[in-house]
T-cell receptor, first 111, second 114 residues
């Protein structure tokens, strides 16, 4: 079965504390994973993709095929990081690409 | 500036009424998608289209219909058969270099049944 699991609906941390948003996936093919972020009153936008090991706004995510995980991490949370975060798995069936999204994690960074 | 425009931003529907949500893009993307966003359920795929005049059902297509007569436009009709239509609806398009750019999303339409 193709599935993306984000176990935490809400994650509250204090400013300056480390953050880890969990994402686990189930997929028989070669996984292509993304993190999207939705700030208040803004549209959903791409944050990170697994193919490029980059740091965006201080966030990083490593694909761990052994643990089937793609957790999002930031060493020091900022108040402006408060948003809804979605993990997405890109799947291909009969030549068609589709995303499977997790249920999302709302991150609240407290002052 | 290229992007996706969804209209209206807010839409109210009476019981038994069909309504159509607009999605227009000027990005020249072939593939377009409609998602429904509900609290605690993430984004669920309603319909998608890989090319003009072709579209496929997603995971929750019942009670919805679409058309793709032009590359730029992918309207979604919420019919009276949709039992629980109150939700936030997102339209997206996929660029050829999807692994680099990801999908582009519209700003959404919030539909409420009154």
């Amino acid at each position: 079965a193709q599935r993306v699991t984000q176990p935490e609906k809400l994650l509250s941390v204090f400013k300056g504390a480390p953050v880890e948003l969990k994402c686990n996936y189930s997929y028989s093919g070669s996984p292509e994973l993304f993190w999207y972020v939705q700030y208040s009153r803004q549209r959903l936008q791409l944050l990170l993709r697994h193919i490029s090991r980059e740091s965006i706004k201080g966030f990083t995510a490593d694909l761990n095929k052994g643990e089937t995980s793609f957790h999002l991490k930031k060493p020091f949370a900022q108040e402006e990081d408060s948003a809804m975060y979605y993990c997405a798995l890109s799947t291909i069936t009969s030549g068609t690409y589709k995303y499977i999204f997790g249920t999302g994690t709302r991150l609240k960074v407290l002052a | 500036d290229g992007g996706i425009t969804q209209s209206p931003k807010y839409l109210f529907r009476k019981e038994g009424q069909n309504v159509t949500l607009s999605c227009e893009q000027n990005l020249n993307h072939d593939a377009m998608y409609w998602y429904r966003q509900d609290p605690g359920q993430g984004l669920r795929l309603i319909y998608y289209s890989q090319i003009v005049n072709d579209f496929q059902k997603g995971d929750i297509a019942e009670g919805y219909s679409v058309s793709r007569e032009k590359k730029e436009s992918f309207p979604l009709t919420v019919t009276s058969a949709q039992k629980n239509p109150t939700a936030f609806y997102l339209c997206a398009s996929r660029p050829p270099d999807r692994l680099i750019k990801g999908y582009t999303f519209g700003s959404g339409t919030r539909l409420t049944v009154v």
